[in-house]
């Protein structure tokens, strides 16, 4: 029987990311996944901490090639509505970046995150799925699909909304689903996106356009699901029409590119993200609609929280990793939910009250400065506005003695 410290189960971009990021914790690493992918053309927007971290990892010389920056965030209301919003612009200079973050395609990051994991030698690829996890005193036993056994002593769920691991550790969830499909493609345009991401409310959900190399750009369109199905299905001629039409225009022609794909919206929290030798990451602890660019920035917090934790802890100690790493995660992961839930929610009510109370939040960010800088901030990390307050304060202050 095998044996490691840590067992990573699942292999997409948070699981692959989670066994580079503890490839160098002078622990034994396994990362466990079946060998083949579905095919993904998606994208996946990147914040400035997850650029960061992504660069601690010795990653983004070789991803930047593939990304785009996100300079400018706009929001337009795109409703009939009798109470409407004004355009709201969140410009990355205003808080002090080049840009909020990077738009990069899903492709291409995991065969990056696949090369680099081949060449570690100190990852284990075991290409297997997950039986079952039976839980001992001194750690977890694994059994693997083709019969094999493998011993360790910190077991990391990152295999989706499905997760054996969950189940096997006994952890329960609450999940709900929304009446909308997203319908995800790829696009060329006649006109520069010039960095700008335009996100459109309407009354179905979100359009949003996000910048791609060159003049090309990723989009997410919030429908009612037998639209989105039957947009889906059109010939890429009448569905890059449709778009440039939603758009009105603002890129010139488009052409979409095939591979036009649509995914049903649900959301999903578990009751823990972590017990006794578990710990669980990415869509097996959280699942949320494509909405304010969270959902793998949020997988990366939780990545960065678990290499903290094990930094600090030797595996003799792993039988109570899990109830730290949970506590650790709770208020970020359940605060992100909540937001996007209710955002989300709030494009789909026809209640008068809660339209006003969009439409009268974003002329507040439209027409105050100093809270749209905060609201930036919190987009891009987690008590970003306070830690900039408290360097300013430090910058004031030594200005002064100095």
């Known amino acids: 029987m095998r044996q490691f410290d840590i067992a990573i189960v699942g292999a997409g971009l948070a699981g692959s990311l989670a066994a580079l990021a503890l490839s160098d914790s002078g622990r034994t690493v396994a990362l466990i996944a079946p060998p083949t992918r579905a095919a993904d053309g998606r994208t996946t927007a990147l914040m400035d901490q997850s650029i960061a971290f992504l660069k601690t990892l010795a990653l983004w010389d070789a991803i930047a090639p593939h990304a785009a920056a996100l300079e400018t965030m706009q929001i337009l209301d795109g409703t009939t509505r009798l109470l409407r919003a004004p355009p709201v612009a969140f410009r990355s200079g205003e808080v002090g970046l080049d840009a909020f973050g990077y738009n990069i395609p899903n492709a291409p990051f995991l065969k990056v995150l696949d090369e680099r994991i081949a060449a570690q030698g100190n990852i284990a690829r075991l290409e297997n799925g997950v039986t079952a996890a039976n839980s001992f005193e001194n750690g977890v036993e694994l ?4 019969g094999e056994r493998v011993l360790v002593s910190l077991v990391v769920g990152a295999d989706g909304k499905k997760s054996r691991i969950r189940d096997s550790a006994g952890i329960g969830v609450r999940a709900w689903s929304y009446p909308q499909s997203a319908l995800v493609l790829n696009f060329a345009h006649e006109r520069p996106h010039g960095n700008i991401s335009t996100e459109f409310h309407t009354e179905s959900g979100p359009f949003t356009q996000v910048p791609l190399p060159g003049r090309r750009s990723s989009l ?19 569905l890059g029409q449709s778009v440039e039409e939603r758009m009105q225009s603002m890129l010139g022609k488009v052409t979409v590119e095939a591979g036009a794909q649509s995914f049903p919206l649900s959301g999903m929290t ?5 017990k006794e030798r578990f710990v669980l990451l990415g869509e097996a602890a959280h699942a949320f609609p494509p909405i304010g660019a969270q959902g793998l920035n949020l997988s990366l917090r939780d990545i960065m929280a678990l290499r903290d934790l094990i930094g600090d802890s030797e595996p003799a100690n792993y039988s109570t990793l899990g109830e730290r790493f949970d506590r650790r995660r709770q208020a970020d992961i359940r605060s992100r939910t909540l937001s996007v839930d209710l955002l989300n929610r709030s494009l789909l009510s026809d209640f008068l009250p809660v339209q ?14 100093p809270l749209r800088s905060i609201v ?8 970003g506005s306070l830690k900039a307050f408290r360097e300013g304060l430090r910058e004031r202050v030594a200005r002064k003695q100095a």
């Open 143 to 146: 059994v693997l699909d083709d």
């Open 220 to 238: 997410v369109w919030v429908l009612p699901p037998k639209e989105a199905a039957r947009l889906r299905d059109l010939p890429v001629s009448d």
């Open 270 to 274: 578990a009751d823990h993200f972590g």
């Open 356 to 369: 006003f109370l969009r439409s009268a939040g974003l002329h507040l960010l439209s027409a105050l400065g």
């Open 376 to 383: 930036m901030r919190e987009g891009i990390e987690p008590l």
